[in-house]
């Protein structure tokens, strides 16, 4: 990732950013208002930041010891710096913290990009739901990767 980019918990007044990127990476974007519910009920949301800028989002849920990262965005004018990347180890360091030791996901099946940057991270498929996404409608890939527990040196 490059330097002058900082990985930190979002805030409240992130939240028009983090949608804006939202809107324009996703055909089937979440609202504002979902993102404010995430902050509300205290689950792991990152930004990546530069200056007052923000670049990049990721937010995850968790049960027991069961985590899922619900949605990855990075600004288009910030892709290809290892912002995605970045913002994925830092949200499973988070986990790992809460006791998460299992994290799935979905992915869309033409998502090349993505699907490497996971596989490259030690997810591996496990599944598929089809007609998952709608807009438009296609299958998504389930992946999914162990976090080994603190002090336990192991690939995810």
Known sequence: MVAPYRIRPAQPADVAAVAAIERAVFSDPWS?????????AEI???????????????????????GEILNLGVAVAHRRGGIGRALVE??????????VRIVYLEVR???A???????????????RRARYYRRPVEDAVILR???PAAGVSAKL
């Open 32 to 40: 504002a208002n979902d993102f404010t519910e995430c902050l509300a």
């Open 44 to 66: 792991p949301l990152l930004v990546a930041v530069r200056g007052p800028t923000v670049a990049g989002y990721a937010v995850a849920h968790y049960a027991a010891d069961e």
């Open 90 to 99: 830092r949200l499973l360091e988070e986990l790992r913290e809460r006791g």
């Open 109 to 111: 099946e033409s998502n």
């Open 113 to 127: 990009a993505a699907r490497r940057l996971y596989e490259s991270m030690g997810f591996a498929a496990v599944g």
């Open 145 to 147: 990767a162990g976090i």
